[in-house]
Every structure is written in C-alpha cells, then in structure tokens.
C-alpha cells in the first residue's frame, strides 16, 4: 500500500479530509509533538484535536508495520518463485494483519509436517487421486503406494498420510478461513470450565466455573477474569462452535462450511467415508484448534485495549483535577499506632515543617497543641487529611483543634494517597528530600497533591495510583505507553511554572528529555529565576527545535515579558505587536480588556506563517490570559458519625467522591475506608452503556446505600436517590442482562482494593444487583 491511499484511509476512519492527515504525518515525521501540533499548527492540520492525532499516530505505526511485513512476505514469496499475479493483488489489498498472515500460511517456512513427510514420501498422488474420485476404493488403491523403506507400513498409514497431505493444504486456504473465523466471531460462545479439584482454591472465580457467553459480546472485564483464571490454573477456556446444542454435534455446523467451500458433495461413494474424515480432521486437528488460540488472542487484545482506555480515562480524570491552589498546606498522613504523620509546605509546595503525632493513643493533647502551633506559626489555609487507615479518625481530631484553637482556621480536605508510599520509597523522593523519614516525605506528597494534582502525581507511576481495571492483566508496554500520552496531553494542556516545576514534571512538556528537564532545574538552581522565556536557549541540549516545541508550554510570573505567563507561542509574539498597534494599547491594557478584544477582526493579523486559528487563539488568551483549564476546587463532606461499616444503614443518603470508573460502575468513597459500588445501571434514571459517560474520577456526587455486607466488606451504593433498597435486584435484571455472567449464581470473594485498609467494594452475594462483582475483585489496585 502506498502512503496516498494509507493517508486516505486514516482520514476516512478520522471523519477528516486527506489533506488534514497529509499535513499531519510530515509534522510527526519531523518530530513534532502531538502537543505542540494540536495547540500550535491548527491552520496546518485544519484543526485537528490532540485526541484525533493520537489516533492518527496509533492507526499509522498500526498501517506502518502492517506495510512492512507486507514487503517482507512478498519478498519471502517471490523468492519461492511462487508469487503469482493474483496472489501479490490479495497480498497488497489487504489491510488486516490477521488477513495478511492467511495469505502468507501456505508459503510460511515451517517445520517438517505430517503432511510434507507424506508428500516426500510419494503419497500426494494417492490423496489427490481419493479426492478428486470419490468412485475408487481407498483401500485397493492405497494398497500401490504402501512400502516399508519409505515407512509406509501399510494401507492405513498410507490413508493418514494422504488425509494429512490434504487437511494441511485446506488449512491453509485463506478464504476458508476468513469464512470460519467469521461464523466463529459471530456464533460461537467461550466457555469457561473449573479444573476439577481446583474449586475451593479458586473460589474467587467461582462465577466461571460452568460459564458460557457469546464470544462477540464478553465484555472486557469478565474476559480478563477468566484469563487471569486460566492462568492461575484454576479455569480451563475453551470455544464452543455449536452452541445451539445441548450436546456435541456428530458434525459440527463449521465441517458443513469446509464442505461447502470445496464444493464437496457426498453420495456413498466408497471414498466418501475417507473424504468426510479428511474434513473431520480440518476442522478439529487444524482450523478449530489454530482459530481457537486466534479468537482467544483477539478477544484478551479487545479486552486489554479496553481495561487500558479505562485506566487512561480515569488517569487523565484524576490529573485534570481541580487544584486547591497557592496556599500554605498541612498534609497529614494518618495512622493508628504508628502516628500521623505533619508536614507544612508553604505556597509554592515548598516543605517548611514536619513532625508527628500520636493522637489516637493518649496524647491527644499534646498532638493539638503541636498540630495548631503549626498552623498559625506558617498561616496554614488547608489540611489535607490522607484517606487510608485512621482517616476519618484524624479529621475527627483536627475538627477538635479547630474547636479547641479558635485561631486554627484552615478547610480540612480528605485526599487520595494513592501511590504517595510509592513516592515516599522512590529514588525521586530520595533525591528531594535526602534527610527526610520515608514516613514524613507521604504526608508532604498528600498536602502538595491538594495543592496541585497534577504537579504532585507526575512524580508517581500511574500504576500505582490505583485507578486502573485488571491493570496487571495487560500488556504493561502498552499500559505505560498510553498512560505517557495521557499525563504529557495533560501537563501540557495545563501549562508547567518554569521557576517552580520539578524535573518529573518538566520532563512530561513536549520537546523536553529528562537531560533538558534536568539542565533546567541546574540553571535555575546556579542562575535564580527565568525572567524570559529565550533564556531556555541557553539551556545545555536545548536547541531550537526543542525552544519550539515546549516554549509555548512554559510559564514564566511576573517576568519581562507579561506573554511568557500564557499560551501564546513565542513565534507568535509579533501578531501581539501587530494587534497593540492597531488598538494603540500598551499589552497590560489590552490584556484582560474583552470590550477591545472582542472588537477585533482577526483576519485583520493573519500573514503567511500564522493562520486564522492561531489568531483567534491568541485573542482568546489575551481576554483570559494564563486561565487554568481544570474545574474549580470544591470537596465531597463526609458524613460526620459515619466513618466504618458499621455505621452506614440502608437508605441512608452521603456524599462522597469518585475514586474509580470501570465499565461496570463507578466505586465512589463515602469515608468509611471501604468504596461503594455503584452499578452501571444505578448511575441514572435513563439507561448508560458506558459509566465514562456520567461520571469521572473525582467527581462529587451524592449516593443512596442500597446494601451492606459486612462479612466481605462491601456496599452496594445507588445515584437514583428516588430508588429504594430492594428494588435494585429486580430492576438490574430487566435492565443489564447483557453485563451478568450466564448460568453462574454464586459470587466470588474480593481482593483487597486499596493499600492502608481500603477496598473496592460490592453488595454482598445474595444480591443480583452485583452480578460482576468479580471485575471488582481485581479492580483498583489490580
């Protein structure tokens, strides 16, 4: 395929115009980010969005790769001598991989088969001779061709050998099993079995144990549990082809396809018999067992794409979440027994204090006073209080600080800890804070992730901050390759301080290695602040390919140039000149001014480089110069009273704050150290196929408690505030038939969610309204 007619494809699949796409790839091919393109090049690619050319660049390294091997294979091909005309058209037309390989499978290089050792040893005659004249009596015939030096032993080892010779060439046939793969895809079910013996071991798959679904329609987070079922040797998968069966067929109905497709009719014929055998062993030695691992493939691969889509959207969620801003902070990380950890860091994240306290184990006293002196000592206007064990525990006792010192007046904010011990054990934390307890350096991470998540969390693995479906089921490579697009596509869309961003954050701006991230940091720690953005030319490494890129990207406050605080690009700057001396304005007057600026006519200041898009970019900042595009800081407020299982009662109505969306529900947390369940079908009063599209991560919402299990620790949670406990059984099973599991009453056990005594949580067995619980059960931290 030739790269017109691949730009056209892309283009038909992005609902763009070819010459978008054609503009797009030379800007990727000469190593534009997708970033600097989407912000900065609009009258370029006509204004494509950074979500249309992240697909772009998946589709084209996908067509990329696919036109490589397709080089390979003709070559490989033509080197046989066995590259005919119409097979080199098939081989160029196709744009499936999977096809690709089809047409390749007669002439792959193998291993000597069963049925080349055949064919050497004389018998294809034999095979072609029963075939074609079913009149002949395969016995009689066999009968020439039988001779011991060639290890023909006899009549029936000439029969084997000729079936061979045949069932590997029908296996081979492309179109066959284009036709097979497709009835499967669409007919054939996936059937999970528990190994015997293995039933108490694998409880928590017990949902699977006699299970059987249509394989198109296996969502992704059933297809995962039983994947990660056979791999822990408790499940045995396999596919039925003829599910419309209570019993295996004598002849499956994919036997009468190969028929059909060879154009093979029966009539007692004396070699009918061998012929019909010939197709039994297609099928079930050849076709089902190579399509079988084939369709299983596809399916973890749908699968997978989809658990990593989810985990990217709750990722790009939870960074874009709305930050508590320049404000002194106290992060406190709680704990039973072992203390809660203090740390205060000042506007700019900057750590100023530390200490702790124990003031759940009789020092009550001593914990406040300490705990206030702080707060009025560094004039603290929030604390952030970590959500794990002793949490609510916690914000109990400041709430008591607040009553005891009148003068302690910071908004108290429970905070995910998500990943902050991971942080706190890193090389990372380890180089920032050198003399610093493991202990102290979470809480510091806890009060600067209200401050500003995004700054905070780039520090961490997305991994490990719990957001993900199955995370440890999928391909790792390709977890963290779109989990990096989506933290770069988000530091980027926020904008990064230049005088106060660390390395981890630097490095996620487009154009910026770890080495320039890192030279960055030295020049400012050797020269004091930036004051203009053209000093990152004098940035070891940093040239001007790279100033390109990120430059736009770069804040600089109270700088020079009051421009280097926004999004205008610095190649950009004399379309700003030109636009002051229109409106005779100096840029502090005009900046902020709508009146003036939307007066303007923006085509007024277009030239040969910079295009009307751009233009009316730079008007739009300039009316709201350096606006932050994450939502306003609000918080969930927990229930007071309400802080364990124990004391949730159904009907009772919470707020809380979303923690996770699969694509069965969302978990959200209420402050009782275990996350509710809310299904799919209870997210809204009309019917959703997709939870992302009602909620997200972080967002506050108020829920009903529907049920609780106690025993297995799990809430089962409604946002239909009208629903009542009860009906929720009766409601999912005319409403969400296609998400439950078939034929598998029992429910599985949970794993453990979240680390310091958080969990994922789901209604208890005896509900139906939790039918997939299991999903759950591997869900956050999995």
């Known amino acids: ?464 901050i719990g957001v993900g479906q199955y995370q440890h089921d999928v391909s790792q490579s390709q977890l963290a390759k779109k989990l990096d697009t989506v933290v770069e596509d988000c530091v980027n869309a926020v904008g990064v301080d230049l005088n106060t961003a660390s390395v981890p954050l630097l490095v996620r701006v487009a154009g910026l290695t770890r080495m320039m991230a890192q030279n960055i940091v030295n020049w400012r720690d050797e020269n004091g602040r930036f004051v203009e953005r053209s000093q990152l030319l004098k940035i070891g490494r940093l040239g001007p390919k790279a100033f390109e890129q990120c430059a736009g990207f770069l804040r600089i406050n109270q700088g020079r140039n009051p421009l280097d605080a926004s999004t205008v690009h610095p190649e950009s700057y004399p379309v700003v000149e030109r636009i002051l001396q229109a409106t005779t304005s100096t840029l502090e007057q005009l900046m902020g001014n709508s009146t003036t600026l939307r007066s303007l006519d923006a085509a007024r200041f277009t030239d040969e480089r910079v295009g009307l898009p751009t233009v009316n970019d730079i008007i739009r900042e300039l009316e709201k110069p350096g606006r932050d595009p994450r939502p306003e800081f609000k918080t969930a407020t927990f229930a007071e009273g309400v802080e364990h299982l124990q004391d949730l009662t159904l009907g009772m109505i919470l707020e809380g704050t979303v923690t996770n969306v699969t694509n069965f529900g969302a978990f959200v947390d209420i402050g009782v150290h275990q996350d509710g369940l809310v299904h799919i079908s209870s997210l809204s009063d009309k019917f959703i196929d997709d939870p992302h599209k009602v909620v997200k991560a972080g967002d506050i919402v108020k829920v009903k408690v529907m049920d609780v299990d106690l025993a297995r620790k799990r809430i089962a949670l409604t946002m239909r505030l009208d629903e009542q406990p009860g009906e929720t059984s009766a409601r999912r099973s005319d409403r969400d038939n296609s998400d439950r599991p078939r034929n598998n009453p029992g429910r599985p056990t949970p794993r453990s969610g979240q680390s310091k005594g958080r969990q994922n949580s789901q209604a208890p067995a005896g509900n139906s309204a939790f039918g997939d619980a299991l999903a759950a059960a591997f869900g956050k931290k999995s």
């Not at 994240?349 to 000592?377: E, S």
């Open 1 to 464: 395929m030739m790269n017109e007619p691949m730009n056209r494809l892309i283009a038909g699949e992005l609902k763009a115009r070819p010459e978008q796409v054609d503009a797009a790839i030379r800007l990727l091919d000469e190593g534009n980010t997708v970033p600097f393109i989407s912000r900065y090049r609009k009258e370029v690619t006509g204004g494509l969005d950074d979500t249309q050319l992240r697909q772009l660049e998946t589709r084209l390294g996908y067509l990329r790769e696919l036109e490589e091997r397709r080089q390979t294979i003709l070559k490989s091909i033509d080197e046989q001598g066995k590259l005919t005309a119409e097979l080199s058209g098939a081989i160029n037309g196709t744009l499936s991989k999977t096809e690709l390989e089809d047409l390749y499978l007669p002439f792959k290089p193998k291993r000597r088969t069963r049925g080349q050792i055949a064919i050497e040893a004389g018998l294809e005659p034999l095979a072609q001779s029963l075939w074609q004249d079913p009149s002949q009596l395969p016995e009689t015939l066999a009968a020439q061709y039988v001779d011991a030096d060639k290890g023909i032993a006899d009549t029936k080892a000439a029969l084997d050998g000729a079936r061979y010779i045949l069932m590997e060439r029908f296996s081979e046939d492309a179109a066959l099993l284009s036709k097979v793969r497709d009835y499967l895809w669409k007919n054939a079910h996936l059937v999970a079995r528990v190994i015997p013996g293995k039933e108490e071991e694998g409880a928590k798959f017990r949902d699977y144990f006699a299970h059987q679904e249509p394989l198109s329609q296996v969502p992704s987070h059933r297809a995962l549990a039983m994947f990660r079922g056979r791999n822990e040797g408790i499940l045995q998968l396999a596919l039925n082809a003829d599910p419309h069966h209570d019993e295996p067929p004598k002849e499956s109905y994919c036997e009468q396809m190969i028929s059909d497709h060879l154009q093979v009719r029966f009539n007692q014929a004396p070699a009918d018999a061998w012929r019909k055998a010939v197709i039994n062993w297609t099928w079930r030695i050849k076709i089902l067992l190579h399509l079988e691992t084939e369709l299983m493939g596809s399916i973890r691969e749908k699968a997978e794409e989809e658990a990593i889509n989810v985990f990217a959207r709750n990722m790009h969620d939870l960074l874009m979440a709305a930050p508590a801003g320049l404000r002194a902070t106290m992060g406190l990380d709680p704990g039973l027994r072992t203390g809660v950890k203090v740390a205060v860091v000042d506007a700019t994240g900057k750590l100023v204090a530390y200490d702790q306290i124990y003031p759940h184990t009789g020092q009550t006293a001593k914990a406040a006073a300490t705990v206030a002196a702080l707060c009025v000592k560094h004039q603290v206007e929030l604390v952030a209080i970590g959500n794990g064990t002793a949490s609510r525990e916690t914000e109990r006792f400041f709430a008591e600080v607040q009553k005891q010192y009148p003068a302690v007046n910071a908004q108290k904010v429970i905070v995910s800890e998500a990943g902050a011990s991971v942080y706190s054990a890193s090389e990372l934390a380890a180089q920032e804070f050198p003399d610093l307890d493991v202990s102290i350096r979470g809480a510091v991470s806890i009060a600067r992730r209200l401050q500003d998540p995004l700054a905070e969390l780039v520090k961490i693995d997305p991994k490990s």
